[in-house]
């Protein structure tokens, strides 16, 4: 017998380098270029003098972060369910909601792990094309499906549908999921968090990893009616009850009390995208509006993985892509502002 034959055969996404480079400047992962919440820290050295405690299991229903969101929210807490990232969140929703003999609906440039997760569950999906300028057209959403995920804003073109669009999508679809990921929603976009009453179709997923300087350890949510929150939460009872560590639940509840540092570093970082766009802009760089933490920029004149490698060259890290149609971009996160001096210093050097 050769176990080779039964071996699933997978294609993984790919994440982007977290590499060990001395003064990198990581601009490849839209990771928050500011520190946690400073009651990140307390939480953790409260937990770390009941270190006893990490003895026990967690709690599988996330009690304590469930009802400190659910506070924070202001919404019951059987809609929310929370998982090891929105990475693991999104996982379940697809192994709950997309058992249909119709296709899976999602842009052809977009976060390309729903791909990855729909062939990894055999199911049936269909690639959207955006348009030229790399935008979604909700109407070409209008077909049967067997669910649909729009990332908003995009990833990794940066550009937000406005509520409204959103909702459309929802009035013409009525029979299958619609997940919205949020993953970049507060560095300037309107989230669809307020219509999950209004749709009980409607799942909506964000994360700390971004806008809450906390991607080390994997924290997201999922927020919907409760009777698709029962149905995630039986799935994710039968693949694994404890996905969510104890340091992570409670770093998770804690910094929900700091809204104002929260809103801080949203601003900080939305302030200098603005800055940096105007930079790219005088050197020549082409790019769709931004709403999230990074920018996904080209330039006519110059090749995308040239500059990539000129700027590694350098110490600067940005994330390129050899996907087709998008291979002559680059996507370059938001960093501190001296970051990003230091990358267009680079840049005025590479691009004469
Ligand atoms: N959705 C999108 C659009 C993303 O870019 C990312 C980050 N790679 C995620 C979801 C997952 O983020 P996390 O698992 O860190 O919450």
């Known amino acids: 017998m050769n176990w080779r034959e039964y071996v699933k055969e997978v294609t993984p996404y790919v994440p982007g380098e977290q590499p060990k480079i001395n003064n990198l400047i990581k601009l490849n992962t839209n990771e928050?270029?500011?520190?946690?919440?400073?009651?990140?820290k307390e939480a953790l050295e409260k937990l770390a003098e009941d270190y006893d405690s990490l003895r026990r299991y967690p709690k599988p229903d996330c009690d304590a972060l469930r009802d400190a969101l659910s506070e924070y929210m202001n919404m019951s807490?059987?809609?929310?369910?929370?998982g090891v990232g929105s990475d693991d969140v999104i996982f379940v929703l697809f192994t709950t909601f997309f058992?249909?003999?119709?296709?899976?609906?999602?842009?052809?440039?977009?976060?390309s792990f729903y791909e990855v997760w729909a062939d990894f569950c055999g199911f049936k999906k269909e690639l959207i094309p955006v348009k030229d300028d790399l935008s979604i057209d909700i109407n070409d959403y209008r077909k049967e499906n067997g669910g649909i995920v729009i990332a908003n804003p995009n990833a990794p073109t940066g550009e937000i549908l406005p509520l409204e669009k959103i909702e459309e999508v929802l009035k013409f679809n009525r029979d299958s999921v619609v997940i919205v990921d949020e993953a970049y929603i507060d560095f300037g976009g309107e989230s669809a968090v307020k219509l999950i009453d209004k749709y009980d179709n409607l799942i909506v997923t964000q994360t700390y990893s971004k806008s809450r300087n906390l991607a080390g350890l994997r924290i997201g949510m999922a927020f919907a009616n409760p009777e698709l929150i029962a149905k995630i939460k039986a799935v994710k009872f039968s693949i694994n009850s404890y996905t969510m560590n104890e340091p992570s639940l409670r770093v998770a509840a804690a910094v929900l009390k700091d809204e104002d540092y929260f809103k801080e570093c949203c601003e900080k970082v939305i302030k200098t995208r603005e800055w940096s766009v105007e930079e790219f802009k005088k050197l020549g760089f082409v790019f769709p509006e931004s709403k999230a933490n990074f920018v996904f920029v080209t330039h006519p004149e110059y090749n995308a993985n040239d500059i990539y490698a000129a700027l590694r060259e350098r110490s600067i890290l940005v994330r390129h892509f050899s996907i087709e149609r998008i291979d002559n971009y680059l996507r370059i996160s938001i960093g501190t502002d001296e970051e990003m001096k230091a990358l267009f210093e680079a840049l005025k050097e590479i691009i004469k």
Not at 32 to 40: D, E, G, R
Not at 77 to 82: G, R
Not at 99 to 111: G, R
């Open 77 to 82: 807490p059987d809609k929310i369910f929370t």
């Open 99 to 111: 058992h249909s003999d119709k296709p899976v609906l999602f842009a052809d440039i977009t976060y």
């Open 32 to 40: 928050n270029p500011y520190p946690p919440s400073k009651l990140a």
